[in-house]
């Protein structure tokens, strides 16, 4: 499914989502915040198969996948590569069924960039089903300068193209 799809798709579920000012969505919002900000391998899939819903949609600009089960496994095996992340959620917008979520993250890595840590802002745009649950969730970050950059090769490889434009 494309991310244009998924915006279709999530329409009527996000349209029953909390309402403005609701208690339920300071809930919703507060268990999205919780859950990027205790990113962990070792309980990252228990907690994303609690926050998403089960046929949610789901692109970090790496991976595009749908379903809960799919997004634990997949967060659970991102997170096996790192020694540790924080993410800093620095701000949480509605605009009418989205909420975007600006954030921080460090992310310490176990093969890359030497044990040093790296750094990556971005937004994530979340729509809630009335459960409070995930149904689609899209990152926009600068995955080249976040990720890519700190790879053999690919690394230098945009650091080069970065020199030439």
Sequence with gaps: MTYQEA??????????????GSEAEARATAAFTDFVRQMRAES???HARRVYAEDAYFN???KEIEGSEAIAEYLAESLGATEEVNVEVVDVVRSGMDFYYRWVMDIKFR?????NWARSEGMSQVR???EGRVVLHRDFWDAAGGL?????VVGWLIKWIKGRI
């Design 44 to 46: 990252i899939a228990a």
């Design 128 to 130: 809630f089903n009335g």
């Design 111 to 115: 093969s890359l960039n030497g044990g």
């Design 60 to 62: 970090d600009t790496v």
């Design 148 to 152: 890519f950059a700190y790879m053999p």
């Design 7 to 20: 915006l279709q798709r999530t329409a009527h579920a996000a349209q029953q989502a909390p309402v403005p």
